[in-house]
């Protein structure tokens, strides 16, 4: 979604600022815009790419402090007036916004009456005006900034750049902005892992600063005004490459990652000796661990059906109730929150507006929320304070793939070390523990020989509905698999738990009709196969991914075999064909895989 680069030091802003702007490209967008002080503010815009934008700009644009952006439409179309930055009426402000402004038509309609003529229809575009506004007061970029905020109501990462003054400000709430501090020059990024190719020396903005920034400088102050220390933390670094390496694509890199991510995400943390895990960010005695009277997790998305699989782990393994709920639903519904339960917020990318916003529901309700996140140090990793990293690497696809893997393993690893102080043996842990290490391995095995993938795409590619069934552990796997083929196939994807097909669904089957049935060897194999018989009864034509070896393996019309896995971890093998199938059907179609249409990386906004 929207994201902000910014720069002030000794060297030529440009390059930078399109530097900083690519590596934002992942979280999604629809249109670029950079402005660069010269003397005056030159401001190019483009709906489009980054490198649509790059390719409009002059060649030797000096000055050497700038402010972009990438847009994702929220307020007003998808056009170059839309697009940041924005302007004030002499051109003497110049800003970029990410978040929403809730009061701009009351700002905007005040503005007009004054005379100002407002050239986009985003809510954005006001606070330009309205600190050119209050600059005429006092000539003070940082008090005019802070006034205008404080007419403002929603959120903002805010950058504002001024004709006649040296310096950025920037402003921060509910919305990431990060400065990185360099020798002699600052960065300013909404997306903290991208400094790190610039400096490892950052300082986080919280909700309610306001920061004034000189190529040397820092100084940071609340909303209302009184000053405040500026805390400099080391940038961790995150294992693995952003770039492609040898793969055509991040989503086909990620899906090959996966074996080496689970490695890291398990490494140090599983206790082969007690069969126990042994999470220690959590910071759960076992004796407190005993005593939780239920589990509820959130999320969104591919984090959502990672939460749900967590939650059934943790049911079977841990013996307490938990129960997962859907983010963006979460607070609007005014939850009753028990202090001494557990709640987890999963997500990847830790800057989700709506898993946000449930985490402060549940923090306001008087319960602690632990963190099951991917970026060190992001807004929902502070905000919880506590919790589990997954350590995925940099995702960049944006449809999710390691990241999944990852979560549901961190969930299984908390499922273990609760289990183990409640209920579950010392030899059925250490089943689990040796299940997990095998995981890895027989990924790698998997992708060595990935069965027909292409003939399951023949099958989905032009089908008008795509239908993904499973039961029990594998009824979240297959909604997992419709998510990822509809997000990047544009192909409307239909997910249920395979018992509920009769109760409904079926009565869009026709002949062709493509079905993915995901039929580990568990417990509920064999009613699965039963819907496989009322569907082929029906004209479907049947995906199965089952069990090398397996009795079923030729129940489908074609047939993927997975290496056999120990039933509850069977999430880990599953998921992947799917994940192939998607990438390879959106091959077939066309598509932009890494950044489909619509999409971003990062749902900054509720
Ligand atoms: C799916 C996908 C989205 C995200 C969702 C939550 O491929 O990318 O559905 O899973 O927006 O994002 P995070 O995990 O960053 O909170």
């Given amino acids: 979604m929207c994201g902000i680069f910014g720069y002030i030091g000794s060297k030529r802003a440009t390059p930078i600022l399109v530097d900083g702007l690519r590596r934002l ?8 815009g950079i402005a660069v002080k010269n003397g005056e503010i030159s401001i190019f815009k483009k709906v489009g790419k980054v490198s649509e934008m790059q390719s409009i700009l002059p060649s030797n644009i000096q000055g050497t402090s700038g402010i972009g952006h990438t847009r994702w439409a929220t307020h007003g179309g998808v056009t170059e007036e839309n697009a940041h930055p924005h302007a004030s009426s002499s051109g003497d402000v110049v800003i970029v916004h990410n978040g929403i402004i809730n009061n701009s038509r009351i700002l905007r309609a005040s503005l007009v009456a004054q005379g100002v003529e407002l050239k986009s229809e985003t809510d954005s575009e006001a606070l330009a005006h309205i600190i050119e506004i209050e600059l005429a007061v006092d000539n003070n970029p ?3 900034v802070r006034r205008t905020l404080q007419k403002a109501s929603g959120t903002w990462g805010l950058c504002v750049l001024f004709k006649n003054h040296d310096v950025i400000v920037v402003a921060a709430n509910g919305s990431t902005l990060e400065i990185g501090k360099g020798d002699g020059e600052m960065f300013i ?34 909303l209302k005004g009184d000053r405040k220390s500026v805390e400099v933390s080391v940038l961790e670094k995150s294992w693995g490459e952003a770039d492609l390496g040898e793969y055509e694509h991040y989503m086909l890199k990620e899906i090959h990652e996966q074996p080496d991510a689970l490695r890291h995400c398990i490494s140090g943390r599983l206790d082969r000796v007690r069969g126990n895990g042994r999470l220690g960010g959590l910071r759960l005695s076992p004796s407190a661990l005993a005593k939780v009277p239920h589990v509820r997790l959130i999320g969104c998305g591919t984090a959502l059906h990672a939460a749900e699989i967590g939650q059934l782990l943790i049911e079977k393994l841990a013996r307490i109730p938990a129960v997962t709920h859907i983010a963006s639903e979460f607070r609007h519904n005014d939850p009753v929150i028990n202090p001494n339960a557990l709640h987890f917020a999963v997500s990847q990318s830790g800057e989700t507006a709506d898993t946000l916003s449930a985490i402060k529901e549940i923090q306001l309700k008087g319960a602690q929320v632990y963190g099951v996140v991917n970026v060190v140090g992001s ?13 995925s690497g940099p995702e960049q696809a944006v449809a999710s793939t390691k990241a ?55 099958l989905v590619k032009d089908a008008k509905s795509v239908f993904f069934l499973g039961r029990g552990i594998s009824a979240p796997v297959a909604k997992e698999g419709a998510l990822k083929l509809m997000e990047v196939a544009y192909i409307p994807c239909l997910a249920y738990p395979a018992g509920e097909m009769k109760h409904g669904p079926i009565a869009l089957l026709e002949e062709g009709s493509p079905i993915i049935f995901v039929v580990p060897n568990d417990h509920v194999k064999e009613k699965t196969v039963s819907a496989i018989h009322e569907s082929k009864a029906r004209g479907a034509k049947i995906i199965l991914i089952h069990e090398e070896g397996d009795e079923i393996s030729e129940e489908g019309d074609v047939n993927i075999a997975i290496p056999k896995v120990h039933p509850l971890l069977s999430p880990l093998l599953t998921v992947v064909p799917m994940q192939l199938i998607a990438y390879h059907t959106a091959l077939a179609l066309g598509n932009d895989v890494d950044r489909p249409r619509n999409l971003a990386k990062s749902v900054t906004v509720e």
């Fill in 25 to 32: 490209e992942y979280r999604g967008y629809d249109s670029t």
């Fill in 142 to 144: 940082e008090a005019a």
């Fill in 189 to 222: 990024s909404s997306d903290g892992p991208t400094l790190s190719e610039f400096t490892d020396r950052v300082v986080h903005l919280h909700d309610d600063d306001i920061a004034v920034l000189t190529a040397t400088s820092i100084t940071r102050s609340s």
């Fill in 379 to 391: 807004t929902i990793a502070r905000q919880c304070g506590q919790g589990v990293y997954i350590h």
């Fill in 404 to 458: 999944f893997s990852n979560m549901v393993v961190a969930l299984t690893m908390f499922a273990l070390q609760v289990g183990r102080s409640r209920s579950i043996s010392k030899e059925k842990g250490k089943e689990i523990i040796h299940g997990l290490q095998q995981i890895p391995h027989l990924i790698e095995e998997y992708l060595e020989d990935v069965g027909p993938i292409m003939e399951a795409v023949e």
